[in-house]
């Protein structure tokens, strides 16, 4: 296995990409097709993007209580192990649960895709306004994503990810007054108040969120927005801010592009599990 996956990686990036998602079950996944000589599915691009699916969904919900304690992962390698004896395909297995997770009995009528659509659509506020705390792991793994349908690099996404990835604040949480304009921090106005409230309202959402190296962030620390220049990747929000810069200059418009990006990283995330 360790050495088919790295060449079929080549070939079909789901592969490293359920890697990421979650290692231990998708290699216990490639390791069971591998004994049943069904490597083929491993190059399957539509087969991975069901396997990645299924990773992704099925405990991000809030159906019933403890939710990997409750996951039954061996209910499905098993069924798959019989697949031939019993002349079911795998896909045919899979899709079975990808539909109805692992207690169908729980799930808004009896789908898991329509009962983590409705669990994110009731949480869309969290998203946008407190994703940095709320599904962290969940949050990452679709920020990584988003970055990759942007046409971000993606040796270098990759690298960020292996290389402990941390979680940057493009407006820093530690914003300055006098970055709006305010000098005396012990004497703010009733709009610097008001301002202050609203921007950190929306500061751990989506859209103010990017995927860095531990040692990028801390080197960007605390700068201005209008000062950072992400060089750890290309392409994507990376290279769109880096050109872009100049935008964040007026504290006015901190809010819209905050908003802007959650708006488009929020409907990518829909998009992604339907």
Known sequence: VSTILPK???????????????????????ILLYHL??????????FM???????FTRDFHGKYYRLRYTD??????F????????????????????TNGFRQDTMDEGNLPKTVTNYIKEHEVDILKNAF????????????????YQNANLEQLREIMKKGRSVEHILPQAWEWDWIGETNSNNISEKGKEFHKEIDSIINGLGNLLLLTGSE??????????????AVCTGGTYTEHNKNRSKWEDYKEWKNLIND???KVYEFLIGFIN
């Open 72 to 77: 039954n992962f061996e209910d499905l390698f």
């Open 37 to 46: 000589k069904q490597c083929s599915l491993i190059q399957d691009k539509e």
């Open 8 to 30: 079929n990686d080549e070939a079909n990036r789901l592969i490293g990409d359920v890697l990421i998602l979650d290692k231990v079950l998708s290699l216990e996944f490639f």
């Open 261 to 263: 990006r959650g708006g």
């Open 133 to 148: 705390y709320w599904w962290n792991e969940k949050m990452v793994y679709i920020l990584y994503k988003y970055e990759r």
């Open 49 to 55: 993007r069901d396997w990645e699916k299924f990773l």
């Open 79 to 98: 069924q798959i192990s019989k697949s031939e004896i019993e002349s079911k395909p795998i896909q045919d297995i899979l899709n079975k649960f990808i």
């Open 217 to 230: 962030n801390s080197s960007e620390k605390n700068k201005h927005p209008k000062l950072k220049e992400y």
